[in-house]
């Protein structure tokens, strides 16, 4: 094996070892940020992002699996909802951090369900807010029977100044996908 054989192999690899993982623009770049990729899944798909996101893994989306979701940085919100007759132990991560993830840049979020029910969120609940994902409840994760798998979750106990008819619209259930327009 030649050693130039050995080196077109290598290049390749020693780049992905040393570049940054992700590079801010400088005024003036014409291409803006470079767009890091995210993980594949290998498992069911049970979330997809897509919009005006920076980092993708299939075409220009990012697709999430159970375990992908539960990587990334999360919380227990212990509360009652509108929607339960007894207050609930949610987990799942939180929605900021999946924003983070995929690079979002936004100023409202499109919360799409399995029903085909639509909701417009301000990605300032987010961040204003502990709101989760939640994947499981009461340490039994989410089915479609249970609000599942994905639930968008306020800390309602902890801020009742949440209980409107505009954040209980936003609290979808049976997330699917979410477009960053």
């Known amino acids: 094996m030649s050693t130039g054989y050995l080196a077109r192999l290598l290049t390749p690899l020693l780049w992905l070892l040393i570049a940054p993982p992700h590079v801010q623009a400088r005024p003036g770049d014409e291409a803006g940020p470079v767009a890091q990729a995210l993980p594949a899944p290998t498992g069911d798909v049970i979330l997809t992002l897509g919009g005006d996101i920076t980092r993708t893994n299939v075409g220009g989306e990012a697709h999430f699996d159970r375990a992908m979701l539960k990587a990334l940085p999360s919380r227990v919100i212990e509360t009652h909802t509108p929607w339960h007759s007894d207050r609930g132990r949610f987990e799942g991560p939180l929605v900021r951090a999946l924003l983070e993830a995929v690079g979002a840049d936004g100023d409202c979020l499109h919360i799409q369900a399995l029903n085909g029910f639509e909701a417009r969120a301000p990605r300032s609940d987010f961040y204003d807010h502990d709101v989760i994902l ?37 609290s979808v259930w049976h997330v699917i996908r979410i477009i960053v327009p």
């Open 134 to 170: 939640a994947m499981s409840r009461n340490a039994e994760p989410l089915g479609i029977r249970d609000y599942g798998p994905l639930f968008v979750v306020y800390p309602f106990d902890a801020h009742p100044e949440l209980l409107t008819e505009a954040v209980r619209f936003r």
